[in-house]
Protein backbone atom coordinates (compact mmCIF):
# COMPACT_ATOMS: atom_id res chain seq x y z
CA UNK A 1 0.00 0.00 0.00
CA UNK A 2 0.75 3.18 -1.12
CA UNK A 3 2.06 5.30 2.18
CA UNK A 4 0.61 9.00 2.08
CA UNK A 5 0.68 11.94 4.81
CA UNK A 6 -3.48 12.25 4.69
CA UNK A 7 -4.91 9.01 4.86
CA UNK A 8 -8.44 10.57 4.97
CA UNK A 9 -7.79 12.34 2.08
CA UNK A 10 -8.49 10.73 -1.52
CA UNK A 11 -5.84 12.89 -3.21
CA UNK A 12 -2.67 10.79 -4.72
CA UNK A 13 0.67 10.58 -3.35
CA UNK A 14 1.99 13.60 -5.26
CA UNK A 15 -0.56 15.83 -4.28
CA UNK A 16 -0.51 15.15 -0.80
CA UNK A 17 3.64 15.26 -0.26
CA UNK A 18 3.01 18.72 -2.24
CA UNK A 19 0.25 19.98 0.23
CA UNK A 20 2.28 18.65 3.30
CA UNK A 21 5.65 20.24 2.46
CA UNK A 22 3.59 23.91 1.55
CA UNK A 23 2.35 23.17 5.20
CA UNK A 24 5.37 22.67 6.94
CA UNK A 25 7.89 24.97 4.62
CA UNK A 26 8.08 27.83 6.96
CA UNK A 27 9.59 25.30 9.57
CA UNK A 28 11.16 22.67 7.06
CA UNK A 29 14.78 24.03 7.58
CA UNK A 30 14.99 24.25 11.46
CA UNK A 31 13.36 21.13 11.97
CA UNK A 32 16.11 19.12 9.34
CA UNK A 33 18.66 20.14 11.35
CA UNK A 34 16.98 20.11 14.56
CA UNK A 35 15.48 16.92 14.55
CA UNK A 36 19.43 15.66 13.05
CA UNK A 37 20.93 17.02 15.45
CA UNK A 38 23.23 18.84 12.61
CA UNK A 39 23.65 15.83 11.24
CA UNK A 40 22.40 16.14 7.72
CA UNK A 41 24.87 18.76 7.04
CA UNK A 42 27.55 16.67 7.12
CA UNK A 43 25.87 13.72 4.71
CA UNK A 44 24.83 16.52 2.04
CA UNK A 45 28.66 17.08 2.44
CA UNK A 46 29.67 13.52 1.93
CA UNK A 47 27.11 12.93 -0.91
CA UNK A 48 28.81 15.94 -2.65
CA UNK A 49 32.02 14.35 -2.34
CA UNK A 50 30.87 11.63 -4.38
CA UNK A 51 30.47 13.97 -7.21
CA UNK A 52 34.10 15.13 -7.08
CA UNK A 53 35.68 13.03 -9.67
CA UNK A 54 33.47 14.00 -12.54
CA UNK A 55 33.94 17.95 -12.36
CA UNK A 56 30.02 18.72 -13.22
CA UNK A 57 29.19 21.45 -14.39
CA UNK A 58 25.80 21.04 -14.60
CA UNK A 59 23.66 19.88 -11.82
CA UNK A 60 20.09 19.22 -11.63
CA UNK A 61 19.15 18.89 -7.97
CA UNK A 62 15.34 17.23 -8.03
CA UNK A 63 13.28 17.56 -4.99
CA UNK A 64 15.29 20.58 -4.29
CA UNK A 65 12.67 21.53 -1.19
CA UNK A 66 14.98 25.07 0.10
CA UNK A 67 17.79 24.53 -2.12
CA UNK A 68 19.83 23.42 0.79
CA UNK A 69 21.67 20.75 -1.11
CA UNK A 70 22.21 22.94 -4.26
CA UNK A 71 23.70 25.38 -2.38
CA UNK A 72 26.19 23.19 -0.66
CA UNK A 73 26.56 22.05 -3.78
CA UNK A 74 28.16 25.35 -5.40
CA UNK A 75 31.49 23.91 -3.67
CA UNK A 76 31.99 21.65 -6.84
CA UNK A 77 32.19 25.41 -8.47
CA UNK A 78 29.81 24.19 -11.29
CA UNK A 79 28.38 26.56 -13.93
CA UNK A 80 24.54 26.26 -13.31
CA UNK A 81 22.83 24.34 -10.41
CA UNK A 82 18.97 23.75 -11.40
CA UNK A 83 16.79 22.48 -8.53
CA UNK A 84 12.83 21.50 -9.28
CA UNK A 85 10.37 20.32 -6.81
CA UNK A 86 6.74 20.52 -6.87
CA UNK A 87 6.04 22.43 -3.38
CA UNK A 88 5.79 26.35 -4.35
CA UNK A 89 6.17 26.90 -0.42
CA UNK A 90 9.67 25.08 -0.46
CA UNK A 91 10.49 26.92 -3.65
CA UNK A 92 9.69 30.37 -2.18
CA UNK A 93 11.29 29.78 1.22
CA UNK A 94 14.74 28.33 -0.82
CA UNK A 95 14.44 31.54 -3.64
CA UNK A 96 14.27 34.05 -0.32
CA UNK A 97 17.12 32.11 0.45
CA UNK A 98 19.27 32.07 -2.56
CA UNK A 99 18.33 35.82 -3.12
CA UNK A 100 20.14 36.71 0.09
CA UNK A 101 22.91 35.07 -0.30
CA UNK A 102 23.39 36.59 -3.82
CA UNK A 103 23.60 33.21 -5.49
CA UNK A 104 21.11 33.87 -8.10
CA UNK A 105 23.22 33.34 -10.85
CA UNK A 106 24.39 30.53 -10.10
CA UNK A 107 21.43 28.58 -8.70
CA UNK A 108 17.95 28.64 -10.28
CA UNK A 109 14.86 26.77 -8.71
CA UNK A 110 12.01 25.62 -10.96
CA UNK A 111 8.67 24.13 -10.41
CA UNK A 112 9.24 20.27 -11.88
CA UNK A 113 7.86 17.15 -11.28
CA UNK A 114 10.21 14.19 -10.78
CA UNK A 115 8.49 11.96 -13.04
CA UNK A 116 8.04 14.44 -15.94
CA UNK A 117 11.16 16.50 -15.53
CA UNK A 118 10.71 19.52 -17.77
CA UNK A 119 14.55 19.33 -19.21
CA UNK A 120 15.27 17.44 -23.22
CA UNK A 121 17.50 14.35 -22.48
CA UNK A 122 21.16 14.13 -21.68
CA UNK A 123 20.96 17.71 -20.78
CA UNK A 124 23.21 17.41 -17.14
CA UNK A 125 26.32 16.20 -15.82
CA UNK A 126 24.75 15.25 -12.77
CA UNK A 127 21.54 14.79 -11.09
CA UNK A 128 21.20 14.63 -7.22
CA UNK A 129 18.24 14.24 -4.94
CA UNK A 130 18.68 14.68 -1.09
CA UNK A 131 16.21 13.11 1.25
CA UNK A 132 13.35 13.08 -1.99
CA UNK A 133 13.05 9.53 -3.72
CA UNK A 134 11.16 8.18 -1.08
CA UNK A 135 8.34 10.57 -1.77
CA UNK A 136 8.33 9.91 -5.33
CA UNK A 137 5.09 8.46 -6.58
CA UNK A 138 6.32 6.07 -9.21
CA UNK A 139 9.53 5.64 -8.13
CA UNK A 140 10.66 3.22 -11.18
CA UNK A 141 9.44 6.21 -13.31
CA UNK A 142 11.34 9.03 -11.75
CA UNK A 143 14.77 7.18 -11.82
CA UNK A 144 13.63 6.60 -15.31
CA UNK A 145 13.51 10.29 -15.86
CA UNK A 146 16.57 11.25 -14.10
CA UNK A 147 18.31 8.47 -16.09
CA UNK A 148 17.23 10.46 -19.23
CA UNK A 149 18.27 14.25 -18.28
CA UNK A 150 21.81 13.23 -17.25
CA UNK A 151 24.39 13.08 -20.00
CA UNK A 152 26.29 9.88 -21.46
CA UNK A 153 29.29 9.43 -18.57
CA UNK A 154 27.12 11.48 -16.19
CA UNK A 155 26.60 10.68 -12.37
CA UNK A 156 23.50 10.16 -10.22
CA UNK A 157 24.22 10.62 -6.61
CA UNK A 158 21.10 9.80 -4.26
CA UNK A 159 21.20 10.78 -0.55
CA UNK A 160 18.08 9.18 1.54
CA UNK A 161 17.11 7.99 5.13
CA UNK A 162 17.42 3.93 5.75
CA UNK A 163 16.84 1.89 8.28
CA UNK A 164 20.23 0.57 10.59
CA UNK A 165 20.31 -3.10 10.97
CA UNK A 166 22.93 -3.36 13.90
CA UNK A 167 21.75 -3.93 17.29
CA UNK A 168 20.90 -1.79 19.69
CA UNK A 169 20.81 0.90 17.23
CA UNK A 170 18.31 -0.39 15.45
CA UNK A 171 15.73 0.16 18.32
CA UNK A 172 17.59 3.29 19.72
CA UNK A 173 16.45 4.59 15.99
CA UNK A 174 13.03 3.18 15.23
CA UNK A 175 12.24 4.26 18.90
CA UNK A 176 13.10 7.96 18.19
CA UNK A 177 12.14 7.95 14.81
CA UNK A 178 8.54 6.67 15.38
CA UNK A 179 7.70 7.89 19.17
CA UNK A 180 9.95 11.41 19.64
CA UNK A 181 10.25 12.71 16.17
CA UNK A 182 6.63 12.71 14.98
CA UNK A 183 5.93 14.63 18.62
CA UNK A 184 8.80 17.57 18.13
CA UNK A 185 7.77 18.01 14.72
CA UNK A 186 4.26 18.27 15.08
CA UNK A 187 4.37 20.59 17.88
CA UNK A 188 7.20 22.97 16.31
CA UNK A 189 5.58 22.60 12.62
CA UNK A 190 1.63 22.27 13.55
CA UNK A 191 0.99 20.04 10.87
CA UNK A 192 -0.01 15.97 12.71
CA UNK A 193 0.78 14.17 9.58
CA UNK A 194 4.00 15.54 8.34
CA UNK A 195 6.42 13.96 11.11
CA UNK A 196 4.18 10.98 11.29
CA UNK A 197 4.71 10.33 7.73
CA UNK A 198 8.28 10.65 7.63
CA UNK A 199 8.64 7.27 9.65
CA UNK A 200 6.50 5.41 7.67
CA UNK A 201 7.88 6.42 4.31
CA UNK A 202 11.10 5.16 5.21
CA UNK A 203 10.01 2.06 6.43
CA UNK A 204 8.28 1.56 3.41
CA UNK A 205 11.27 2.71 1.05
CA UNK A 206 13.03 -0.03 -0.45
CA UNK A 207 16.42 0.85 1.04
CA UNK A 208 20.23 -0.64 0.65
CA UNK A 209 20.47 -3.33 -2.49
CA UNK A 210 16.75 -3.20 -3.11
CA UNK A 211 17.38 0.87 -3.97
CA UNK A 212 20.58 -0.50 -6.19
CA UNK A 213 18.72 -3.05 -8.13
CA UNK A 214 15.79 -0.01 -9.23
CA UNK A 215 19.00 2.61 -10.29
CA UNK A 216 19.83 -0.77 -12.32
CA UNK A 217 16.78 -1.17 -13.72
CA UNK A 218 16.45 2.50 -14.65
CA UNK A 219 20.00 1.63 -16.48
CA UNK A 220 22.89 2.72 -14.34
CA UNK A 221 25.88 1.47 -14.38
CA UNK A 222 28.67 0.94 -11.46
CA UNK A 223 25.97 1.40 -8.76
CA UNK A 224 27.15 2.11 -4.84
CA UNK A 225 25.53 2.27 -1.52
CA UNK A 226 27.63 3.87 1.44
CA UNK A 227 25.52 3.85 4.78
CA UNK A 228 26.30 7.20 7.04
CA UNK A 229 25.81 7.12 10.94
CA UNK A 230 25.27 3.62 11.41
CA UNK A 231 22.69 3.13 8.64
CA UNK A 232 20.69 6.05 9.51
CA UNK A 233 20.99 7.42 6.03
CA UNK A 234 22.71 6.10 2.71
CA UNK A 235 24.54 7.34 -0.38
CA UNK A 236 23.69 5.84 -3.41
CA UNK A 237 25.57 6.72 -6.75
CA UNK A 238 25.44 5.28 -10.43
CA UNK A 239 26.70 6.57 -13.94
CA UNK A 240 24.77 6.80 -17.27
Given amino acids: ?26 RYDFLNHFLSLGIDKGWRKKAIKC ?3 IQPKT ?25 IDISEGMLAVGRKKIASQKLDNLVELKSGDSENIPFAENNFDAVTVAFGVRNFENLEKGL ?11 MVVVLEFSRPRSFPFRQIYSFYFKFILPKIGRFISSDKAAYTY ?12 AF ?7 GFKNTKCKTLTFGVSSIYSGTK
Fill in 144 to 154: SEIYRVIKPGG
Fill in 59 to 83: ILDVATGTGDFAIQALSLKPNKITG
Fill in 198 to 209: LPESVEAFPDGD
Fill in 51 to 53: LQP
Fill in 1 to 26: MTVVPYKEERAGKKEQVAKMFDNISH
Fill in 212 to 218: LDRLKNA
